[in-house]
């Protein structure tokens, strides 16, 4: 009888430990140790294809075709979110923007005053390329992609490629990102709550169980119980909601599989905890889930074979979903926690033997972080973060080499009176550490305060955007090295003035350092320690400086300049 | 309890560890007076399996990161 009752207990300690910490430990040291896969090379596109290398002792970084590390600089449109709002309650109801190609190829339909962002165009493409953007994170909403469940749009999906060649033809990289806001448009209408900024799930995988949908923080979309409620089911596969939104990234990963215009999958925008608490969250949850579908986009198997449709604990992996995609880098953020927080929410352990990842973090200090939230203080006298700027940086640079990532910045803004303090901070913080960003948003209607890189226009009343905000436009069109093989290199832009220097090392027969100077810089160039042509692209305007190392130090430098500012021009 | 709450939570786990071996060793020392040795034993393991794993997980992030 004892004998039996100590089997019995051995057998719950064993189960329970298999799927909590001791299983999920296991399984990551397990893919920590397996060799990464190998890939063959891509078909040649107008772009290089991008991936991680993986330095010796050193933090893993955006590389190209020739192992320099790739800096990327751009901004986020938001017009391809389904948003809710008045009279979008109805799963039916048709997006705001066509989502079919055809109707943006002749002409740029009318911005619509029922959404907050102006429909994105072929010219925006160009707009970023002119401001030395060398990137572009497309936000896409899960209820376009599968509205009816099991039943993917073709269309979308051709009007997503559509964007995508609009990049390449200006020389942009895409960063596809499975974006969402407050869970869904679908989390239904409540005290507090403005379904027009919600977005994301279907109403078919919304599953509130009843919760009310109601603000309780102020005015905090995600502070709100059928949110909540909503997350925790997507978190632990109700119904199989989870293994859907997997489907959905193979369905898009089967589309953009031999296409090195696309960098990879953001596979989680800002992920809500739910009803579960950090750390437990993210390392038995959400970093589980991006292993699941970096298995079924790639085809590796690092967890354990599981059946689908319901709860999948950590040590599960996925099947493979046919995509066999070795290429396309995946981009990790951590949980909407660690945003507030800007502090670590989870022990950093590996996600996958898979080499190609990037741990994505949102930077709003002083935007979104406690000091802001809770205690409501002025930037500019915060008593958080105890580390400033930095400690967001230099944590997030910690946990990306622990789990094995390159470090981006997916998302950093903030309202336009704050540039000078907020948006200038981060943007130094990004040289310090080799960084690149995404800016939120690209372009927003309205007034004084949303938070887009153009302005609202003068009179005021249209809801399209205005001119270029002198202030983004000085901090954000930025010189910046896009490529270099030193990933040691420092580098300062001084948008007060126009200068810029950069010290780096080279051995001889290194390819080039690779320098981008927008339009509106115009001071002069000089190298020294190395061979330099500075070249001017017809397509987007601007300088380019490549430089060829002769092997030792090096440095590029561009003069003080009067700054030009096109604004509306 | 508190040992297969350190699985998930690793902070409960050295409390396990704690109540576990001092109610093993209390029921032994009882000589058959005191029962739930069972349990007392899987929650103790369980509650080392649990600091195991946190000191791992620890360890593996200040050596890797």
């Given at each position: 009888m004892r004998r039996a009752a100590l089997v019995a207990g051995g057998l719950v300690v064993l189960v329970v430990a298999a799927v909590t910490y001791p299983g999920a430990l296991a399984v990551s040291m397990i893919a920590r140790l397996v060799p990464p896969p190998l890939a063959s090379a891509g078909q040649p596109g107008l772009l290089p294809w991008l991936h991680v290398e993986h330095p010796r002792n050193g933090l893993p970084y955006i590389a190209d075709d020739r192992a320099r590390l790739v800096l990327l600089h751009g901004a986020t449109p938001a017009s391809l979110l389904d948003f809710g709002g008045p009279g979008r309650s109805s799963p039916d109801a048709p997006p705001v923007y066509s989502i079919d190609p055809a109707d943006y190829a002749a002409r740029c339909p009318e911005p619509s005053a029922a959404s907050r962002y102006p429909p994105l165009c072929q010219a925006d493409l160009s707009q970023m390329a002119a401001l030395g953007f060398n990137s572009l994170r497309l936000t896409l909403s899960w209820s376009l992609l599968e509205p009816v469940r099991g039943q993917?749009?073709?269309?979308?999906?051709?009007?997503?490629?559509?964007?995508?060649?609009?990049?390449?033809?200006?020389?942009?990289?895409?960063?596809?990102?499975?974006?969402?806001?407050?869970?869904?448009?679908?989390?239904?209408?409540?005290?507090?709550?403005?379904?027009?900024?919600?977005?994301?799930?279907?109403?078919?995988?919304?599953?509130?169980?009843?919760?009310?949908?109601?603000?309780?923080?102020?005015?905090?979309?995600?502070?709100?119980?059928?949110?909540?409620?909503?997350?925790?089911?997507?978190?632990?596969?109700?119904?199989?909601?989870?293994?859907?939104?997997?489907?959905?990234?193979?369905?898009?990963?089967?589309?953009?599989?031999?296409?090195?215009?696309?960098?990879?999958?953001?596979?989680?925008?800002?992920?809500?905890?739910?009803?579960?608490?950090?750390?437990?969250?993210?390392?038995?949850?959400?970093?589980?889930?991006?292993?699941?579908?970096?298995?079924?986009?790639?085809?590796?198997?690092?967890?354990?074979?599981?059946?689908?449709?319901?709860?999948?604990?950590?040590?599960?992996?996925?099947?493979?979903?046919?995509?066999?995609?070795?290429?396309?880098?995946?981009?990790?953020?951590?949980?909407?926690?660690?945003?507030?927080?800007?502090?670590?929410?989870?022990?950093?352990?590996?996600?996958?033997?898979?080499?190609?990842?990037?741990?994505?973090?949102?930077?709003?200090?002083?935007?979104?972080?406690?000091?802001?939230?809770?205690?409501?203080?002025?930037?500019?006298?915060?008593?958080?973060?105890?580390?400033?700027?930095?400690?967001?940086?230099?944590?997030?640079?910690?946990?990306?080499?622990?789990?094995?990532?390159?470090?981006?910045?997916?998302?950093?803004?903030?309202?336009?009176?704050?540039?000078?303090?907020?948006?200038?901070?981060?943007?130094?913080?990004?040289?310090?550490?080799?960084?690149?960003?995404?800016?939120?948003?690209?372009?927003?209607?309205?007034?004084?305060?949303?938070?887009?890189?153009?302005?609202?226009?003068?009179?005021?009343?249209?809801?399209?955007?205005?001119?270029?905000?002198?202030?983004?436009?000085?901090?954000?069109?930025?010189?910046?090295?896009?490529?270099?093989?030193?990933?040691?290199?420092?580098?300062?832009?001084?948008?007060?003035?126009?200068?810029?220097?950069?010290?780096?090392?080279?051995?001889?027969?290194?390819?080039?350092?690779?320098?981008?100077?927008?339009?509106?810089?115009?001071?002069?160039?000089?190298?020294?320690g190395a061979e330099a042509t500075v070249t001017q692209p017809g397509l987007v305007g601007g300088r380019v400086v490549s430089v060829t190392p002769a092997g030792g130090p090096f440095s590029i430098t561009v003069a003080p300049a009067q700054i030009a500012l096109t604004g509306c021009g | 309890m508190l040992g297969l709450l350190g699985l998930p939570f690793g902070v409960f786990a050295p409390f396990a560890v704690w109540t576990g071996a001092r109610s093993l060793r209390r029921i032994r020392a009882a000589r058959g007076a005191l029962s739930g040795e069972t349990s007392a034993l899987c929650g103790l393991v369980a509650g080392l399996l649990g600091l195991a794993t946190l000191i791992a997980g620890a360890a593996y992030w200040f050596l890797a990161s």
């Open positions: 993917f749009s073709q269309l979308y999906l051709d009007r997503v490629a559509q964007v995508v060649d609009w990049a390449r033809s200006v020389g942009i990289y895409v960063i596809i990102d499975m974006h969402q806001n407050a869970y869904s448009r679908f989390v239904g209408p409540g005290k507090g709550v403005d379904l027009a900024y919600n977005s994301g799930a279907p109403d078919w995988a919304t599953i509130t169980d009843g919760m009310p949908s109601q603000v309780f923080l102020d005015s905090q979309r995600e502070a709100n119980l059928a949110v909540f409620q909503a997350f925790t089911n997507f978190w632990y596969n109700r119904s199989g909601i989870q293994d859907e939104y997997i489907a959905t990234i193979a369905f898009l990963g089967k589309r953009f599989k031999d296409d090195s215009t696309v960098i990879g999958y953001s596979l989680f925008n800002e992920p809500q905890n739910g009803w579960n608490l950090p750390p437990g969250f993210e390392d038995l949850l959400l970093f589980p889930f991006y292993r699941r579908v970096i298995d079924a986009m790639t085809g590796i198997h690092d967890g354990l074979p599981c059946p689908t449709g319901n709860f999948l604990p950590a040590i599960c992996g996925y099947a493979d979903l046919g995509v066999h995609d070795l290429r396309h880098l995946f981009f990790l953020e951590p949980g909407l926690l660690r945003q507030i927080t800007d502090f670590p929410t989870h022990l950093g352990l590996p996600v996958s033997s898979y080499p190609n990842l990037v741990l994505d973090i949102h930077a709003y200090t002083h935007g979104y972080t406690i000091d802001k939230l809770i205690f409501n203080q002025d930037p500019a006298h915060a008593s958080y973060p105890w580390g400033g700027y930095d400690q967001t940086y230099s944590l997030a640079e910690r946990e990306a080499k622990a789990i094995r990532a390159a470090l981006f910045v997916s998302e950093f803004g903030n309202d336009p009176n704050l540039d000078s303090l907020l948006l200038a901070g981060q943007l130094l913080e990004q040289e310090k550490h080799n960084v690149g960003f995404a800016f939120w948003t690209w372009k927003e209607n309205g007034g004084s305060h949303s938070w887009g890189m153009f302005d609202a226009p003068k009179t005021g009343v249209s809801p399209m955007p205005g001119c270029l905000r002198p202030a983004r436009e000085r901090l954000l069109a930025r010189v910046y090295p896009r490529a270099t093989s030193d990933r040691a290199v420092t580098y300062h832009y001084d948008a007060d003035t126009g200068a810029f220097n950069l010290s780096a090392n080279g051995r001889a027969g290194d390819p080039p350092t690779v320098v981008s100077i927008p339009p509106e810089v115009r001071g002069t160039v000089d190298v020294a | -």
